[in-house]
């Protein structure tokens, strides 16, 4: 304003004063101001603060009005391009469109304090949004403590899909706003980070309660990131500014009473379902633990801590998923689920009560493409019931102590025990797998506890619902248990021909880098590395069906017997990772003796071929293989 003359300042203040009476911002702050006078002070910090009540005016959208006001013409980001959007952001969605969308505009980030602006880090800051069926993901940003994000996303709210179906004709008239005001689904905001060679860390996560926009039709929030353990989970890790809208803007509104009330009674009744259950339980585990002293020692697990600090009973957990057209088996299901990274959690299971170990929620689980075998468990537990098969996960010791499986069980009684984080499954008495003791099972529907005279899984038997083997849970109790927010599978987005070329090409430098510090020249034969690639495939389709990999693997070794020359040695290393890092497959190699023998071969005609084969599965999750073989004559 110092370029301004006193004549331009009093025509723009006057201008200014005229747009706040025409908006009534003059009445609104007296509106909010009468509101605290009704405050206990005492109870409420900074009531008196300007920031106070600027960000009052903020959630009123008062602010934003007086800006488009300003600006004297239509508000651009309240017309946008949809397919660009959904081109850009969306993950997945629905393909029914209902007509009322919420549009979420991600502002930027402040207060991320573990981030210092003068220490630079390959890290990535990346945000996910999951509403009901629907998947939303940011574009990468630099880590930096007040990150700089600006999204756009177009939030379809499903009104038609509402399971509350019971309106009167106010709620006809009202252009839907009185069915959004009862669609109890929050959006759930996941922050991770992510480094060069493609490891994932959880920044923190909040559900957010977007039905606040229904009071003015738009709000500006600022959403506070939590996540850890106890004490921890109460301290921010970070605070999101955003831009609620609703599109089209609707000509009626809800009051704030209206809304408080609607968050009230459901709240009031999640609490009363809690409460009712938690007492269940109480008595439940007491008449357990009094049939044998025995049962005192055994892990029965009833509820777990999530990564936002809250404890959720397990069942919650669990609800069948049907990734429909992206995984099509429950061998699929058990290879995909075992693509994921196994990160151990520290503070691990020690005792039946303990709940400190974290069992993250199916989205973030999903966002970090990595976490503990209970993860591992539930994700393919939710998968075989989507194949409607009796799965259940089993809580239990091996001989490395706490252990958690899946069991599925046939018709005829059958029983399957898969290791979800190896991919593989064992017949009940098989002594491939280490499977101890049993102390309870459960699934989305039933909880079950071993109240037989010995937990040991061999001398185990599985008739569930036999009530002098095994406790259960009552169904209707059970029902009071509200489900974990549902996750909805992307399918595969990557070019897999493209990352397998990047990653040979770089493998190739790497490994004639280090041939050349022992002093030694590399040749490389591309017909050799051609063939490699019917080796790899046998070892994946081996996931999926032994028989059909079997078949391909004779199939590799003529092709070999073919090409290699008389008096010619042959040898290979196969490795099998999850990730694109070739950092990081170099530093696996090295660890194994075969591909040192195969680094430092020596002798006549010396060549080697190298093959890559990416194989693609839901949410990008990947098994890479990657051969190396040598061809030479031993002198």
Known sequence: ??????????DLRRI????????????????????????????????????????????????????????????????????????????????????????????????????????????????????????????????TCSPIFEEDFLIDLEVDCCSNNQFTDNDVNDEGVGQLLQMNSPVDIVVITVDSDGRTRYIGGHRLEWRRVLKKGVILMTVELGGGQGIESKVAKGILEIRLELLP?????????????????????????????????KQWFDEFSQIRDAHKRRIVKLYAETEDGSSVPVVSFLQPLRADRLINSPSEASRFVSLFAYEHNESNMTGANNSKDIWWTPHAFICKKKGDIENHALLLCSLLLGFNLDAYVCVGTDDKGAKIWVMTRSKDNEIIFWNSIAGQRYAHHSDKHKFLTIGCMFNHENFYANIQKTDSVSDCVFDLENEMLWKSMSKMKL????KLDSITLCPPTIDVVSIEKTIESGLKKGICDLRKDLGLSTSWDDELGYVLSIALQSYEISHLSSMASNSMLNDFNEVIKNMIPPKHTFRAFPIQVNHTSVKRIINTCQRNKNFKTILECVGDRVRFGIRVKVFAYPEDVLAVWVMICSVYVNI
């Open 479 to 482: 029902s009071l248990v509200k």
């Open 16 to 143: 200014i004063d005229q747009q706040l009476r025409q908006k009534d911002v003059y009445g609104q702050i007296r509106e909010i101001l009468g509101e605290f006078l009704n405050y206990d002070i005492n109870k409420v910090e900074d009531i008196h603060s300007e920031d106070y009540v600027l960000q009052s005016l903020k959630e009123r959208g008062v602010i934003e009005d007086i800006i488009k006001s300003l600006h004297s013409h239509t508000n651009k980001s309240s017309i946008l391009n949809k397919e660009v959007l959904s081109s850009n952001n969306l993950l997945f969605s629905s393909k029914n469109k209902s007509n009322k969308l919420l549009h979420f505009k991600l502002i930027g980030g402040k207060a991320f304090m573990e981030f210092d602006d003068e220490v630079k880090t390959d890290e990535k800051m990346i945000c996910f949004l999951s509403f009901k069926n629907q998947r939303f993901v940011s574009h990468p940003v630099s880590c």
């Open 1 to 10: 304003m110092n370029n301004l003359t006193p004549e331009q300042v009093k």
């Open 249 to 281: 803007r609707p000509s009626a509104f809800v009051t704030q009473n209206e809304i408080a009330q609607q968050l009230s009674i459901e709240r009031n009744r999640d609490l009363q379902a809690e409460r009712e259950f938690y007492m269940y339980c």
